[in-house]
């Protein structure tokens, strides 16, 4: 089921029936991706533990910088990430994150290939992670949403995608409370 939660997009899963051979594939033109995966539900270990989140980090306005004509660029690579987890001071609070880098990109450049690495990392990843974000650009994130709940269906942990439509550098940003409620969505301990 997808959600919409303001300017990102929610995708969770409900598990339903024998997950134990999840096989799930999208032809998505001109290429077709699968991702085979054992899935499981995985309680939290400790109460008091926080939860694991990977960010795949994917770009979009969420980090891009204003030209001094008021165009966005993509941000340095390294800056990019550090504005992301400075965003917020406290966001330690509410989960242990982690980052992937997958391309630091405007969104108009997302690919069916890009779609396939975050659904791998996601797989190879799913073990280790209470949830996942991935950071994306707006003008694309529905194509990325439904190719994605394509590939990880019954998925039994939150993944969240999350932009802004004004930079994280800006004092008027969405992208601080975007990626605040991203990363709590992506730490409930709910399959769908």
Not at 28 to 56: A, G
Not at 65 to 81: H, P, R
């Amino acid at each position: 089921a997808m959600t919409i939660f303001s300017t990102f997009t929610a995708l969770t899963h409900r598990q339903s029936g024998d997950l134990s051979k999840s096989h799930r594939s999208v032809a998505v033109n001109p290429s077709v991706f699968q991702i085979t995966k054992d899935y499981e539900v995985k309680e939290f270990q400790e109460q008091d533990k926080k939860p694991k989140v990977l960010v795949l980090f994917c770009g979009g306005t969420l980090i891009m910088v204003e030209n001094a004509d008021g165009s966005l660029v993509v941000n340095e690579t390294q800056k990019a990430i550090e504005l992301l987890l400075t965003m917020e001071p406290r966001i330690d609070e509410i989960a242990t994150l982690d980052v992937q880098y997958i391309e630091n990109i405007d969104s108009s450049t997302m690919s069916p290939e890009r779609w396939n690495e975050i659904g791998s990392v996601i797989h190879d990843k799913y073990d280790d992670y209470d949830g996942f974000v991935v950071t994306h650009g707006t003008d694309t994130m529905a194509y990325t949403a439904s190719a994605l709940s394509w590939v990880l269906q019954d998925l039994g942990k939150p993944v969240v995608l999350t932009g802004a439509q004004i930079p994280g550098g800006r004092m008027e940003t969405d992208a601080r409370r975007n990626f605040v409620n991203a990363c709590r969505v992506a730490t409930l301990n709910k399959a769908g």
